[in-house]
């Protein structure tokens, strides 16, 4: 029987038992307060590895003030856990995707175990550090009033967001130190062959650069994404910035290369004799003149000459300024146009008293790599994108785009593959909303997981007066009404789509303290009537779901899973899947108290390959004693724990 710790690991310990596994040698005891600590030979070590590196020596690495902070930060455990809210969730029993309302930061740690090595694709828009600019820091102690007096904080506890200005002394510091933190975190949960996407603009791009060479590797820098994200501002000082950044990382070299992009066929509507496919083009244009494509006529199959423009002479050079019906021109020389005659791809079409001219272009089944630039989606269309989901309310200043989130997945998701994408800044949800959008449209089955820090909307906005107190609220809200317009578009199709099996759920999920009372005191502290509060050792406003999911993390079991819950002997029991077809329940968990043999008989009848329970779930010692053996004698490959 193990007991479930309840918390998040301690990254330094897992990291030491990993150096241990590879070279046993390294293990020895050192004292520490009058006790025996195990921890690594470092002297060994450097025999082991080669010692080239000495304190004395200058050497090529980004650093800041607060580094080993950050670094102690990232490896020290948190007693914090994720509780369901099932009454914001939508289809919460099937559903496989992921709202998570908190610091991205604790979401991170405590997501460690259950989603390592899972994801495949992380896009995040984290805080663009110009000054003004809300940058998440630990924990204050002062109150939430005096907190915001001092830093702007716009959280209700006063203790996670700080206004980073530039007259801060660590301003840059400060917010490499924020995004090391959850990087650091971040990578862990990408398979080997996944890829990040971090927006950035110029003001910290050099900085993010260093920060992920560091961490990913500078082998596994793929791209510096430019994005062409609008017209500019007319009033700048020096150059009007029309462009943002995407730094693209692998996680290793497992992933040796993106998806290609298709020519899309739904432009080659027309089909030849022979049934292939080809698209129309054409043959003249208004406004643009080549000397050379205009003294010539080109002959109908009646024997009419045409001329560019439905003219009956031929063009002279338009002059300067001038904009007649004398612009016309054909956009090929006619050396090409026989050429392409020839070979049959040039196309008359009459219509009513003239022809129209186009030359034919075949469909090929061809792939091309994708380009470093995107200049056909503007920050303008996130607006819309909004709007038009909010009923032209305006309720983020430019939220990223559809269209621009479904580039970067085609990137790097195929549809046949059950993707998990993770974005940990989520803002709008924008990410969600085009994750289903894509799966609609050709059938993918692609899975969210979204965090988002609750920051309350300002009483002067318009959210804050249609309802919305805190950005999840828009969020989540967000994610409903896109699903029912993707529903709805596609039923206006003249062939509808069966998005039957396509996730429009997810998951709701809130960072608490820990369901787990503190149980560590001081036995002066310990008078008789905290005696009786410690007999369960769950807090008294805790659900059995609470617990369950708690359990969840500390078993490394994603909080996606299925999970059915039904009675057995009027107690409650929840059945987890393991998802890959296996005959047994991956995770049997009981927390009612009370528990008899003859209950404990038909749980193991169910033959899971692990067993939760409650440690005051037995009316006594002897029952518990009894119920554990009777596991281990009818499954002695299941694993059982209690909390």
């Given at each position: 029987?193990?007991?479930?710790?309840?918390?998040?690991?301690?990254?330094?310990?897992?990291?030491?038992?990993?150096l241990?596994?590879l070279?046993?040698?390294?293990?020895?005891?050192v004292?520490?307060?009058g006790?025996?600590i195990?921890?690594?030979n470092?002297d060994?070590?450097?025999?082991?590895?080669?010692?080239y590196a000495?304190?004395e020596e200058?050497?090529y690495?980004?650093?800041?003030a607060?580094?080993?902070?950050?670094?102690?930060?990232i490896?020290?455990?948190?007693?914090k856990t994720?509780?369901?809210?099932?009454?914001?969730?939508?289809n919460?029993?099937?559903?496989?995707?992921?709202?998570?309302?908190?610091?991205?930061?604790?979401?991170?740690?405590l997501?460690?175990?259950?989603?390592?090595?899972?994801?495949?694709?992380?896009?995040?828009?984290?805080?663009?550090?110009?000054g003004s600019?809300?940058?998440?820091?630990d924990n204050?102690?002062t109150?939430?009033?005096?907190?915001?007096?001092?830093?702007?904080?716009?959280?209700?506890?006063?203790?996670?967001?700080f206004k980073?200005?530039t007259?801060?002394g660590?301003?840059?510091?400060?917010?490499?130190?924020?995004m090391?933190?959850?990087?650091?975190l971040?990578?862990d949960?990408?398979?080997?062959?996944?890829?990040?996407?971090?927006?950035?603009?110029?003001h910290?791009?050099?900085?993010?650069?260093?920060?992920?060479?560091?961490?990913?590797?500078?082998?596994?820098?793929?791209?510096?994404?430019?994005?062409?994200?609008?017209?500019?501002?007319?009033?700048?000082?020096?150059?009007?910035?029309?462009?943002?950044y995407?730094?693209i990382?692998?996680?290793s070299?497992?992933?040796n290369?993106?998806?290609?992009?298709?020519?899309?066929?739904?432009?080659?509507?027309?089909?030849?004799?022979?049934?292939?496919?080809?698209?129309?083009?054409?043959?003249?244009r208004?406004?643009?003149n080549?000397?050379?494509?205009?003294d010539y006529?080109?002959i109908?199959?009646?024997?009419?000459?045409i001329?560019?423009g439905r003219?009956?002479?031929?063009?002279?050079?338009r002059?300067?300024?001038?904009?007649?019906i004398k612009d016309?021109?054909?956009?090929?020389?006619?050396?090409?146009?026989?050429?392409?005659?020839?070979?049959?791809?040039?196309?008359?079409r009459?219509?009513?008293?003239?022809y129209?001219?186009?030359?034919?272009?075949?469909?090929?089944?061809k792939?091309?790599?994708?380009?470093?630039?995107i200049?056909?989606?503007?920050?303008?269309?996130?607006?819309?994108?909004?709007?038009n989901?909010?009923?032209?309310?305006?309720?983020?200043?430019y939220?990223?785009?559809?269209?621009?989130l479904?580039?970067?997945l085609?990137?790097?998701?195929?549809?046949k593959d059950?993707?998990?994408?993770?974005?940990?800044?989520?803002?709008?949800?924008?990410?969600?909303?085009a994750v289903?959008?894509?799966?609609?449209?050709d059938?993918?089955?692609?899975k969210?997981?979204?965090?988002?820090?609750?920051?309350?909307?300002?009483?002067?906005?318009?959210?804050?007066?249609d309802?919305?107190k805190?950005?999840?609220?828009?969020?989540?809200e967000?994610?409903r009404?896109?699903?029912?317009?993707?529903?709805?578009?596609?039923?206006?199709?003249?062939?509808?789509k069966?998005?039957?099996k396509?996730d429009?759920?997810f998951?709701?999920?809130?960072?608490?303290?820990?369901n787990?009372?503190?149980?560590?005191?001081?036995p002066i502290?310990?008078?008789?009537?905290?005696?009786?509060?410690?007999?369960s050792?769950?807090?008294e406003?805790?659900?059995?779901?609470?617990?369950?999911?708690?359990?969840f993390?500390d078993?490394?079991?994603p909080?996606?899973a299925?999970?059915n819950?039904?009675?057995?002997?009027?107690?409650t029991?929840f059945r987890?899947?393991?998802?890959?077809?296996?005959?047994?329940?991956?995770?049997?968990?009981?927390?009612?108290?009370?528990?008899?043999?003859?209950?404990?008989?038909?749980?193991?009848?169910l033959?899971?390959?692990n067993?939760?329970?409650?440690?005051?779930?037995?009316?006594?010692?002897?029952?518990?004693i009894?119920?554990?053996?009777y596991?281990?004698?009818?499954?002695?490959n299941?694993?059982?724990?209690?909390?």
């Open positions: 029987m193990d007991k479930l710790k309840m918390e998040t690991n301690n990254l330094n310990e897992k990291n030491k038992e990993k241990i596994s070279f046993p040698d390294l293990l020895t005891e004292e520490k307060d006790q025996l195990k921890t690594i470092i060994k070590l450097k025999d082991i590895i080669g010692d000495t304190n200058e050497v690495e980004l650093t800041w607060g580094k080993q902070k950050s670094k102690q930060k490896h020290k455990p948190i007693n994720l509780r369901p809210i099932k009454e914001d969730s939508v919460f029993e099937n559903t496989e995707n992921l709202y998570i309302e908190g610091d991205n930061f604790e979401v991170l740690k997501l460690q175990e259950s989603y390592l090595n899972k994801v495949k694709m992380i896009y995040i828009d984290p805080p663009y550090n110009r600019d809300f940058v998440y820091k204050f102690k109150s939430t009033e005096e907190y915001n007096k001092k830093s702007g904080s716009i959280d209700d506890e006063g203790n996670k967001l980073n200005t007259t801060n660590r301003f840059h510091s400060d917010w490499i130190s924020m090391y933190e959850r990087l650091v971040a990578r949960l990408l398979k080997d062959d996944g890829v990040i996407f971090v927006s950035i603009d110029d910290e791009v050099h900085n993010l650069r260093h920060l992920m060479d560091e961490k990913f590797g500078e082998e596994n820098f793929i791209s510096q994404l430019v994005w062409k994200k609008g017209g500019g501002k007319n009033d700048s000082v020096f150059l009007s910035t029309i462009t943002e995407i730094l990382y692998r996680k070299s497992e992933l290369g993106f998806l290609k992009k298709k020519a899309d066929i739904k432009n080659y509507k027309y089909l030849d004799k022979d049934g292939k496919r080809y698209a129309l083009t054409s043959f003249e208004q406004g643009i080549y000397s050379s494509n205009l006529p080109i109908a199959p009646d024997g009419t000459k001329y560019p003219s009956k002479e031929k063009y002279d050079l002059k300067k300024g001038q904009y007649n016309w021109c054909w956009t090929l020389s006619k050396n090409e146009y026989n050429n392409r005659k020839e070979k049959g791809l040039i196309e008359f009459k219509i009513k008293d003239h129209k001219v186009y030359y034919r272009s075949y469909y090929e089944n792939e091309y790599p994708y380009k470093n630039f200049d056909d989606v503007t920050n303008s269309s996130g607006d819309s994108d909004l709007k989901i909010f009923k032209d309310k305006k309720y983020f200043l939220p990223k785009s559809i269209k621009f479904k580039k970067l085609c990137f790097i998701s195929k549809s059950n993707d998990i994408v993770l974005d940990f800044f989520s803002g709008s949800a924008t990410t969600a909303h289903m959008e894509l799966n609609a449209e059938g993918g089955n692609r969210f997981i979204l965090v988002q820090l609750p920051e309350e909307t300002k009483k002067d906005s318009i959210a804050y007066k309802g919305y805190n950005i999840c609220e828009i969020g989540k967000r994610i009404r896109a699903a029912k317009k993707i529903k709805d578009d596609n039923q206006n199709l003249k062939e509808p069966d998005l039957s396509i429009f759920g998951k709701v999920f809130r960072v608490d303290s820990s787990m009372k503190d149980v560590y005191y001081n502290e310990l008078k008789q009537t905290k005696l009786f509060e410690l007999e050792n769950i807090k406003d805790r659900t059995e779901l609470d617990v369950l999911y708690q359990v993390l078993l490394a079991i909080i996606s299925k999970v819950e039904e009675k057995i002997n009027n107690k029991i987890v899947e393991k998802g890959d077809n296996n005959e047994s329940d991956y995770l049997v968990a009981c927390f009612s108290d009370n528990l008899k043999i003859d209950t404990i008989k038909k749980i193991v009848d033959k899971p390959l067993i939760v329970f409650k440690d005051l779930s037995f009316k006594d010692d002897s029952t518990k009894n119920a554990f053996e596991i281990k004698n009818k499954l002695p299941t694993t059982v724990r209690v909390i």
